[in-house]
Structure formats: C-alpha cells, structure tokens
C-alpha cells in the first residue's frame, strides 16, 4: 500500500518486546529509517531471544542495548525517552503493557517509557486469551486514560495453529499511525459567519486544528458508510456513502488521543489501526450497534448515511419477473426508519453520563454526555435551500453538533474532498470548512467534538 511521507529527520525509540512477532519490528525499523528518521531500537531482554542485537544495529545503524548499565555514563535510561519525538512498543506482549501501565522500571525499555515526554504508541502481540483478560484490557485502558496510543491487535494466525484478535498489526498499519503522529494536524481553511439562509463562504486561510492528545481518555463512537435494506436475497435499497468521512474521523480520533469504536455500514476500505470495528448492514443494526456503544462514551459521531426508509416485507426468495407479462412494474411499500440521532439523544437524557464539570442534566449550556454529532446530507429543492433544510433539521434532532453538507452525482459521497457547514446548538453562527480534504474535514468536526465537551 503507498505510504504517508513523513517529514523524516525525527527521533524514534522502536521498543521491542519479547514475542514471536518481533521479526516484524525489523520491517518498521526499516520504513522509519528509509524515510530519514533517526530511530534507536531498545529490545527487552526477551526480544532478544527472538532477533538478536546484531540485527538491530544494523538495520538502525547503532548500538543496541537492553540493559540499564550500558554507556552509564551517557545515562541512556534517562536521556533516551526525554529526547524522543516518539516511542513506540511493537510488538508490546502483555507483560510490557502490565510493566508500563503500573509504572515498573526494571530495563531500559520501561525506563525510556517512563522518562518519554512525546506521544508513545503501543502495537499489542499476544495470544486472544492475554488480550482479552480482564488484567490486559484495564492496563490498555489505564495507558488510554494517560494518553497513549494502544492500537487494537489484528485478528488472524498466531503462533501455533491458534487464531483469533492478538496479531501484531502489519507494520505498514503501525507506520501509517505513528506518522500521523509526528506529522501533527493538517491545516484548514475556517470561516465563522453570521448567516440566515445561505452557505458561508470560505476563505482557504490557513491554521492548525486540534492538537494530539486532545481526546486522551475520551472514548468517541463514530459511524461510517450506508446501510442497506433487503427487498429479497438479491437486491438491497442503499445510498453512495463509501464510509470515507467517518474513516477519517475516526483516523483523526485515535490520532488525538481517544478511545475509538468505528460501527462501519457495509464500509470496504481499511479501518484505521487501533478503531475498534462493529460491521452493520441495515439501518436496524446500525441503530442498536451505535447505542451499545454511546452507553458511557463521550462523544458519538454520526458521520454514517442510514436509509430512511426500508421495504415493508422482505422476500424470501429473488423476486423474479412476470414471466406472462414481463414489462410489468414492481410496486415496492416503504416504510420509515427508526431516527438514530433521536434515539441517541433520548437514551443520553434518560441514562447520560454527568458533563465533565460532574453534574447531570444541562449545565453550562451543555447537555450531559456523549456529545452528539449530526450530520445532514441535504439537496436544495423548491422547499428550500441546503441550508434551510439543515436548520429545520438540526431543531429536530436535538444533536450538539450538525455537520451539513450538499450531496449528490460527483458530490461529497465518495469524494477525497468536502465542502461542510457546522452548526453548533445554541448559536446562530455557521463554520464553514473546504473545499478540503476529508483529513481536514475531521479535524474541524473533532474540534467542535472538544469544544462541546469543555
């Protein structure tokens, strides 16, 4: 797969651990240094049982040590993780995770983790039964809570003939994430106005948005593509979302810090390392997987296309034509979808979590949690504009957020870039984003995702 660019020349720390998985390692090591990072490999004494010292000198072109009382005198333990840009632990076995979770120091790995300063990203490796004990899983979510980055494993062949989640993820996947990291946000051009009924108008200035770590401990559900609703075994009715806007929010969640769950809706691209994948298909899915979820989240973010409407029977069978009169019609009944961001909002008012300050209900013009981020996929008609749509739209869903944006043949749905308008509750002021890319795009809607949760 292509990769990222990254601005190379950064300080990488490449922690192993001591799992089959670290030969992997060493294909990561090499993309960092074939991009022009300066990368110090720091192996577990175990690690080493596994690929030997010789190997990572080599490949980084330095010494490697997995003690504390090598060149004391340059005080590695302590200087290595305080000059970092980044740290990251691939593969990270259980113990690793246990060591740093609780703040252990008994090899230069953990000292480096303890002393690190910069973002540190942790690529698990273990066999399904460590990942899934309740001991990893609350060392994985204390790491969280500090801000850092836990990818989720992959599922797939371990060792043995066992399979299942507990795969160290492809080390294209691991580099891909940790760039995103170094490289920071993206720019984006933002424009507030004032405006009654019409779209605001962008001017394609340029600022930083959002900044990594922003969404530590925070835990944002975010949806993504378009369901579909069976009329027989064959045919489905659906929409264009290709998922690519919830892909980058959730992307762009994990980046800054957060905890994410991505429920896709028949989404075929990647999901980004580290999301936590529901897959749906029908509307009814979708509803019931994103509830699940928004129980005890702090944002939901609603970036999927659900059908509004469904076949009133389902066939059992191919619906096939009339074979005495094949010109005949098909006269399909619809009937309506349940509101998913009505839902939402109902369960947050009747079970929603305190707002951060701690107390329940409205408080300081916000709603208890989660945050709830509406978007509105509109076509302008004889009723009225995108916009008036929108509006009238937002007074229904008693959402925090809406993102809007203008659809249709060669807009947004499937598109790399987007043109959007968020509106935000309690405030007349509109902020347009784009035309950016759907990286950007992200970011914008992730800052009024911080904004919202003060």
Request: glycine content about 10%; proline content about 6%.
């Amino acid at each position: 797969m292509p990769q990222p660019q990254g601005t190379g020349g950064q300080r990488v720390v490449l922690g192993v651990a001591g799992g089959i998985a670290a030969y992997k390692a060493a294909l990561l090591l090499r993309l960092f240094t074939e991009s022009g990072h300066d990368v110090t490999v720091v192996p577990t004494a175990a690690a080493l049982e596994f690929v030997g010292a010789p190997t990572w000198a080599a490949l980084s072109g330095k010494p490697v040590h997995a003690d504390v009382w090598s060149g004391v005198h340059e005080v590695p333990h302590v200087r290595i993780g305080k000059t970092a840009d980044l740290v990251v632990v691939a593969p990270a076995t259980a113990d690793v995770l246990a060591r740093a979770a609780h703040g252990l120091a008994n090899d230069l790995l953990t000292n480096t983790l303890l002393t690190a300063r910069c973002p540190v990203v942790f690529a698990p490796a273990m066999h399904t039964e460590m990942w899934e004990h309740p001991a990893t899983r609350a060392n994985v979510a204390l790491l969280r809570e500090r801000g850092c980055h836990v990818i989720e494993p992959a599922a797939g062949r371990l060792t043995g003939t066992d399979t299942g989640p507990g795969r160290l993820p492809e080390p294209d996947d691991i580099y891909t994430a940790c760039l995103e990291l170094l490289d920071g946000h993206a720019t984006t051009g933002l424009t507030a106005s004032e405006v009654p009924t019409e779209m605001a108008a962008t001017t394609g200035t340029e600022g930083d948005t959002g900044s990594p770590g922003d969404l530590a401990g925070r835990h944002v559900v975010v949806s993504a593509g378009g369901t579909r609703e069976p009329l027989d075994p064959v045919r489905y009715l659906g929409n264009h979302s290709s998922g690519k806007q919830g892909l980058a929010i959730a992307r762009a969640a994990l980046r800054r810090g957060a905890d994410v769950t991505l429920v896709a809706a028949n989404v075929t691209l990647e999901a980004p390392a580290g999301a936590r994948v529901v897959e749906v298909m029908t509307t009814a899915e979708l509803q019931e997987a994103v509830l699940t979820a928004a129980a005890g989240a702090d944002a939901v973010v609603m970036a999927a296309a659900p059908a509004d409407f469904r076949p009133a029977t389902v066939s059992g069978s191919k619906i096939k034509k009339d074979a005495a009169d094949p010109d005949a019609g098909l006269t399909v009944e619809l009937v309506p979808n349940p509101d998913i961001v009505r839902s939402l909002v109902a369960q947050r008012d009747t079970h929603g979590a305190p707002t951060s300050s701690g107390r329940a209900g409205e408080d300081a013009g916000r709603r208890a949690l989660p945050v709830i981020v509406s978007f509105a996929a509109e076509t302008g008609d004889a009723q009225g504009s995108v916009l008036e749509h929108a509006r009238a739209k937002f007074a229904r869903k008693g959402s925090d957020v809406q993102v809007v944006n203008e659809v249709g043949i060669g807009k947004a749905f499937g598109q790399d870039e987007n043109t959007v308008h968020l509106m935000r509750r309690g405030t007349d002021e509109v902020l347009s984003v784009g035309p950016a890319s759907k990286d950007v795009v992200a970011d914008a809607v992730l800052d009024a995702v911080v904004d919202a949760l003060g």
